[in-house]
């Protein structure tokens, strides 16, 4: 009840070294890495008295030393202070004496025992009312490493790491221009996550972010441990199965997001970057289909869309097919699913539903296992269990192989993945009562729902619904780069175009040769 009181009473730091530090503790109470160093000059009583406050475990101790314990120590001693007032001497110390790279004032307790539980250094003066805040803290991170969700072969193989400041870094080597904004905010009661909005001022529409700030002011939660907590705060569609935010862990396909006018959010302690609008056509575009020519990586795209389609209504086809529509197989076809069916004890249904959920959890037993032994299990597992299931004449050979494909074609999407379960469960039992009837309206009811969603206002089906164009030469295939020169119309309507027309490669003079030889 005391540190509450304290929190809510006190505001501002006084003129009395001890008030201010008899505040600080209400707040802070006497945690066991919190160290009070006492600083005085050799004319005792009549000497300005100081108090270095840090946490041992947030801090780097040796930079410390170096930066404002040596060089204070050292002034005190050495009666090198000057300042007719506290407040004199403590800008005099910010100023010449102590050395370090980031030295700001705060006048605030609140914000002070704020920076001082984040790992910031506090110095505070008898006879002034003001602080000094360095930030030294102990930097223990991750090193950049690539993605392993998002793997390339050609384009950048850095990754976001846990630590804000690296995040940060990594962008704005990406984007050197002052146009990049990024707002500092801080979410959660007791943890006080940061969280930084990042937009390009002259291209993101200034409504897009002002939802976005809008829509994170509103959290009201004990602590963030990751980015995906606030994707499901402020996402569009909370019941939808959809997702419309995005999420990317590399710095270049954020870079690249930006510089269409979406807006991103990074979060300390999170390499998990999200950005939004966001579209569900993200899903087959990957940052390696603009680093290479467009042919190829247009068939692709292509293919990563007949086998997300595949993955999601194959299983309702194979169903409705065998035991609905047999004549619209072909005779021989017909035979050998029949022949490799026979003895099998399970209804077609049951039997996909049943193989399939033994694949859903060989798949999740190679993720949460160590990685050498996960994929071992993964790779073993599936190839002893699918033989012996059709050897044992539990299931057909025929039901394997569609099972075993839907997996692999649900892994070239992997944003989806998830997602499709259910949509696979949702058209297979449709399958299995009605038919090609059941899947038909499976995929309507989910193409409908799609065209429903919204993500910040915009469309989640674009620029397919709805329709444009123009847009779609981004979407289905990827066009040559230099017809790419505006930015999507249902990102951003203004400042639009982000290459000049004139882009198109042009064959040589064909005699700057004979130019150069006379």
Known sequence: MKKSQALKNSFSLVLNLKENLAMILAITGTPPDLNIRTIKSNLGLKGPEAALLFMTSLVDTEQLGVFVINPLVK???????????????????????????????????????????????????????????????????????????????????????????????LLRRKITHPGLCLEEMSIGRFSQTRVMVVYIKEIADRGLVDEVKKRMSRIDIDGIMDSGYIEQLIEDAPYSIFPTIGNTEKPDVVAARLLEGRVAVLVDGSPVALTMPRTFFEAIQTPEDYYSRSYNYSLVRIIRLIFLISSLALPGLYVAAVNHHPEMIPRTLVITISAAREGVPFPLLLEVLLFGLIFEGLREAGVRLPRPVGQAVTIVGALIIGTAAVDAGLVSSSTVIVTAFIGIAGFITPGLYEIFIITRLLLLFLAGFLGFLGVTLGLLILFTHMCSLRSFGTPYISPVSPLNVKELKDVYIRAPLWMLNTRPQFITTDNRMRMSKDQIPLPPDRDFKDKDNK
């Open 75 to 169: 002034a005190f001693q050495e009666r090198n202070l000057s300042g007719n007032n506290g407040e004199e001497l403590l800008k005099n110390l910010g100023h010449s004496i102590i050395t370090s790279p980031t030295v700001k004032e705060e006048k605030s307790i609140n914000n002070i025992v704020k920076m001082l539980l984040q790992g910031d250094s506090i110095l505070l003066l008898d006879n002034c009312d003001t602080a000094l805040v360095m930030e030294l803290r102990a930097v223990e991170a991750r090193n950049v490493e690539e993605p392993t969700l998002e793997t390339v072969i050609r384009g950048p193989k850095e990754g976001f790491t846990e630590r804000l400041q690296t995040s940060v870094a």
